[in-house]
């Protein structure tokens, strides 16, 4: 059959048509999509929710927390005895270089470790350990550490070796050297720590190990 110019008129009409119809239906998705993403929430991370601090009068019981120090403003501890065996006082001097070093009193079983780049400059260090606590007095007082000096104290010289642990043991950080340590002594920082076993008996505390970043005056205690 012969295709006349009325023909292809029509076809060109109906494609025409055709394309107009499939413009308009893209239109209409397009607009329902946006619509729709619009009432959708975000699906990022949320803003960060606020800590609020409460602050309490009262006294709390504050746990020796590792790798963090812990406010221990308003707590009263008993300061560790020596024992009987322990009487004079013992203090040493050491210069701190900034390679780092170690300072240690064998009479008492103490040994700080200082880590290189902890110190500046060289410094002259004293240790004075307490006549009838385990306790000591660092000088220069107020000296400030770049990294965390690492304390041990052995338990052997101490009233509480050889016997089963009772209560926790906290490293106490005085900043008053004229506290007396008798009795409950309030302390106002406890710092990072941990309590060393024996091999023997899970219940037998064989040392006292934390770190410390400041110099002043600390005391091993119980609660």
Known sequence: MAVTDSHLKHGQTVRMLRCRLSNSIGALLGAFLIASCSDVGPTGPTAPIKATASHSSAPVSVPAIAGAVTNAAGLELRAIWWDKSHKNVTRVSKTINPSGGTISILETGLTMTFP??????????????????????????????????????SLENTSIFGRALKSQLYAAYIADDNVKLSGRVPVLEIEPSTTIFSVLSGLLPKSQVWTIRHFSRYMLASG
């Open 116 to 153: 290189a780049g902890a110190v500046a400059s060289p410094i002259t260090i004293t240790v004075t350990a307490d006549e009838k606590y385990v306790a000591y007095k660092m000088e220069p007082s107020g000296t400030r550490f770049l990294k965390d000096v690492t304390v041990t104290q």
